[in-house]
């Protein structure tokens, strides 16, 4: 499978014109069941699939162009390898609410364009409590509110120790295990604001927690030392 855009740069790569014009190639077109961008674009996710696809995009989106190069793809398989040590195993285990996603393959051929990753899919049916933290902290260009304010709001809650209890909340539920897994494992993970998808209970303070983006991950003289 590839992304649209992915597919437009293969039509277009001149190392693959010749097996195009030779008939060794031939497209095949839109397929198959639908697919739908995530809130990071080059991520596509259904709801049937075990796996997002997360593409490479010829195109340039913030400050880079998004192609996958092979050493993030080889960084996201390296990761898997390292949650899988019992050292791993065990802050998970401490920390059973806070999840980081997989990214345990890629495949592709050809020009760096025609390369993805898999990428866990836990979110196969509709949750009213997930969101994104990008989204649910940015301010709506209407009104001048976060999504946030405005759904606390709805609730007839949002008041300045309300805010505080979520904020204690947020730093227990999302900051802590990202800060102890740096201080006792050495893995630092890219943990913007983008990467970190929440699951808000009924009060909205936040209960569960995925990390996004295997291939932003880095390690620390720490984590050679503890793990080679």
């Known amino acids: ?7 437009r740069a293969l039509l277009d790569d001149p190392e693959l014109a010749a097996g195009l014009r030779r008939g ?16 990071s674009l080059r991520t596509l996710h259904a709801a049937h699939a075990r796996w997002m696809i997360k593409a490479s995009l010829p195109i340039r989106l913030t400050n880079s162009t998004r192609t996958l190069a092979q050493l993030e793809l080889d960084r996201g398989v390296l990761l898997g390898r390292l949650l899988a040590q019992p050292e791993l195993e065990a802050w998970a285990a401490r920390f059973a609410w806070f999840r980081i996603l997989r990214e345990p393959t890629w495949f592709g051929f050809g020009p760096l364009a025609s390369r993805s990753a898999l990428r866990e899919n836990p979110f196969r049916s509709p949750e ?43 730093l227990d539920r999302v900051l802590v295990p990202i800060v102890a897994l740096q201080a006792e494992q050495g893995l630092l993970l890219s943990a913007h604001q983008q990467n970190l998808i929440l699951d808000l209970d009924e009060q909205l303070l936040p209960t569960r927690v995925w990390f996004r983006d295997a291939q932003g991950s880095a390690y620390s003289r720490l984590a050679q030392q503890r793990h080679g």
Do not use: Y
């Open 24 to 39: 060794e190639l031939r497209p095949l077109g839109p397929r198959g069941r639908s697919w739908s961008p995530t809130s």
């Open 1 to 7: 499978p590839l992304h649209p855009l992915q597919h």
């Open 128 to 170: 009213p409590g997930i969101e994104l933290l990008a989204t649910l902290l940015q301010d709506d260009p209407r009104s001048g509110v976060s999504r946030l304010v405005t759904r606390l709001r709805k609730t007839g809650e949002a008041t300045p120790a309300r805010a505080h209890a979520w904020f204690e909340t947020f």
